[in-house]
Nanobody, 124 residues
Framework: QLQLVESGGGSVPAGGSLTLSCAPSTYTSSTRRMAWFRQPPGKEREGIASINIRAGVAGYAGSVKGRFTISQDNAKNTMYLQMNSLQPEDTAMYYC?????????????????WGQGTQVTVSS
């Protein structure tokens, strides 16, 4: 059973930065892709960044492209989300997730394992 634990959330002013971590992301033989999702209060969960952990190829939703960077440290079995130029609309609970899909997907239904989430709050 893969267990994911997020950390690094907090409160920052607009324009600030945060780095989220997802560990221990012990990769199983079936894990192919990891991703970050977020869910603002009262809204649906949104996929924002995904990475193929074997190829190291990443992709982003338009809402965060150019501001957020997903990365992985295989030696530490840890995935990161560097978030820059944060805005109040980035306020949400942030989750990491794992999937057996090789191809690009930000559909929550394609992800099997989920962390408990870490809160990010951006003040104006």
């Amino acid at each position: 059973q893969l267990q994911l634990v997020e950390s690094g959330g907090g409160s920052v002013p607009a324009g600030g930065s945060l780095t989220l971590s997802c560990a221990p992301s012990t990769y199983t033989s079936s894990t192919r892709r990891m991703a970050w999702f977020r869910q603002p209060p009262g809204k649906e969960r949104e996929g924002i960044a995904s990475i193929n952990i074997r190829a190291g190829v990443a992709g982003y939703a338009g809402s965060v492209k150019g501001r957020f960077t997903i990365s992985q440290d295989n030696a530490k079995n840890t995935m990161y989300l560097q978030m820059n130029s944060l805005q109040p609309e980035d306020t949400a609970m942030y989750y990491c997730a794992a999937s057996g899909f090789r191809g690009w997907t930000l559909d929550p239904a394609d992800y099997v394992y989920w962390g408990q989430g870490t809160q990010v709050t951006v003040s104006s």
